[in-house]
């Protein structure tokens, strides 16, 4: 009798596995409409503008937008591809390249000659980004500009003219001497500026500025030990010469985000920041008396900013491709993307060249029209497409051993151009050995 | 039997063997492995300075935490022991703070280590005494988190070691008393050996559990500054989720697996010399 209830039950648990494993999808209504399922990498608390305004004026189509937590957004999608179930559109930011050699999106080069799309919108930068070898895989939707921040009154006090902001680099080193305040006990309380300090590496502008030309056209050599990248690292050393990095690092350590921040709190008297940060600043120190102007460079070179791009991709194996580009297209458009500009907090930039030189959209915030001439001059932080995150972890890694002094910096950079290459050759390879063995659409 | 064996096969066995398959290969998971040979452990033992780094990292933080979080639970749980007025309620309040998740106390932690407002240097600072940069010093940033540890030693390790206290005959500590020792007499003759499985016992588990450190450093520090923080598992990690180089994570961790029984192989054989299961040395 036991032996018969084992067997039963044991019968039980499998038959409702098998269920569970084959239950179907819950189904959207039947009403002809094609559902487009949209993951952005975003942490938004209501629809985007030009998901509301597309669902709005497209009667066929709907947009179902989900929002994907950032730590965990590559493995998602990633394993929805694999499983042969993905969303139709992705929303990222992280480098195109990384995924269209992964096989993991769909080349947009039939739709755009099909449909006469004109790439010039765009600015440069952003659409060089979009392209893998000889396929482009994504459109741009918003983009990022860095300038130049000072603080007006800490210049009055040190003594400087608030509205002279430094054009070089020299000028910032000096001028960094003018504005350090320490308190009674000798640690800091403000600091002129900081070139590890920022989400944006200042060592890498100035390598750009010089002329650096990190990975070959090809894409399969990286140079870090070239002239200009260890001229901007000496740059570094030469400032933390100064200063004793555990003293500086005491400093940093104080720092968080919101009125945290080292400049909205008044600590750091000049930085390279985002365009976020105007509305930063209204939003959580709106008395700050702040200027903005051009990354300085160092004499005899124009200067260079950086930008990254935020965009719109087709997943490999989605199901409603033509309907994903009608809503691509409809995103980037000028009057979508001025008005969710004029909609939104904390602006990311448009890609659209039209919209981003359109004056409603300068007029939007004094310092845009600084931003957006920066664009122009702007180089992307994707370095090393195929091996972004190496890239990063490593010329970090040099420039930590370098301001510790543990390292000179051709050495440093020697010793991460190595692990780089390494890295690049067998991403290339392995590449190369896909490619050979499967046929790639 | 039969459904659990279906589950693992299916979610323990073939990943298992296929992760064997894998450390042999190039792999991301979207694109068709290549297959390598020991091209992989080759590259991690004689190429790869990140896992030498890693395993340097993780051995020191293990030898400095294991032999801590062993005594500091033992003299607790010797503390707790004595039958004094409200000893349960010290049980309960040393018990508490191991309830705490990694994550959460991770957290916490980091703004204790706060070298200009956290609440030690404030401390320290109060004292007159000049804290250290603690995370952001690569020479504290590992002793650091192994003081982090200290906060659960009154967990389950201090109430398995109570139990096994309780455990002890009283006649034997009467039979020290009669030989005229004291409580250090009875602590280094009775106790210690009459623990001494449970010592064993604590110090395998957490020696792995050492060598598979990751949250701390994974919240906290993202194996800086220097790479002083970069532990075995959080490299592992990098290498699987952020790099997607899932052929060389899984080689990494098979070389885990085997880094782990070497020493608990080792354990077990020093154990003969020094644990008495019923008084007796096996």
Known sequence: MKQIIKIVLSLAVLIAMGLFLFMPDSKPPNDGKIRLKYWMVSAMKEQPFHVTEFNRTHENIIVEPTPLPWNEHEKKILTSILSENPPDLVFLVTPVAKWATRLALTPLDDLIKRDSFDSTIFFSALWSEMRFKDNIYALPLYSNSYAFFFNKKLFREAGLDPENPPKTWDEVLEYSSWLIKKDEKGNFKQMGFIPTYGNVQTSIIMAWELGAQILSIDGAKVSLTNQPTIEAFNWAVNFYSQFNIKDVSTFIAGFGFAEQHGFISEKIAMMVLDNSFPDQIKLYNKNLDYGVAEIPTFKGYAPVSSTGSWWLAIPRGAKNKEAAWEFMKFAVQKNIQLTEAERQKALLFPSNKLTANNPAFLSLNESNKIFVDLLEHSKTPTVVPLVHDVFWREYMGAQERVVHKIQSPFDALKQAEKTIQIHLDETIEYDNYVRSQVSIK | ?282
């Not at chain 2, 959460?104 to 204790?112: A, D, N, R």
């Not at chain 2, 280590?113 to 940069?133: K, R």
């Not at chain 2, 389950?156 to 206290?165: D, I, N, S």
């Not at chain 2, 064993?200 to 701390?216: A, G, N, R, T």
Request: hydrophobic share 55%; net charge positive; charged share 10%.
């Open chain 2, 1 to 282: 039997m039969m459904p659990w064996f279906i589950g693992f096969i299916i979610f323990g066995l073939y990943p298992m063997i296929m992760s064997i398959y894998y450390s042999l290969c190039r792999y991301d998971v979207l694109r068709i492995p290549q297959f390598i040979g020991f091209g992989n452990y080759e590259k991690l033992i004689f190429e790869d300075p990140y896992f030498w780094i890693s395993i340097s990292n993780t051995l020191v933080y293990t030898v400095l935490r294991v032999p801590l979080c062993i005594i500091g639970s033992l003299l607790l749980a010797v503390l707790v022991n004595n039958a004094v007025r409200g000893v349960k309620f010290f049980r309960t309040i040393y018990f508490i703070p191991s309830i705490v998740t990694g994550v959460v106390l991770s957290v916490v932690w980091l703004w204790m280590f706060n070298p200009q407002f956290g609440l030690i240097n404030s401390f320290l600072a109060y004292m007159g005494i000049p804290g250290p940069l603690w995370l952001l010093d690569p020479n504290w940033s590992k002793p650091s988190m192994v003081l982090m540890s200290v906060w659960s030693i009154g967990g389950g390790r201090m109430l398995v070691f109570l139990a096994a206290l309780q455990g002890v005959p009283k006649h034997l500590y009467e039979a020290v008393d009669i030989d005229g020792g004291g409580w250090w007499a009875k602590f280094k003759n009775i106790t210690i050996p009459m623990l001494s499985p449970v010592i064993f016992l604590w110090s395998v588990l957490e020696i792995i559990f050492s060598l598979q450190v990751f949250v701390e450093a994974y919240i906290m520090t993202q194996g800086g500054p220097l790479n002083s923080t970069m532990f075995y598992n959080l490299y592992l990690y990098n290498k699987a989720f952020n790099d997607f180089e899932m052929g060389y994570a899984s080689a990494l961790a098979w070389l885990l697996l085997v880094i782990s029984l070497i020493i608990t192989v080792i354990q077990f054989r020093l154990s003969k010399r020094w644990v008495h299961y019923d008084g007796v040395t096996k």
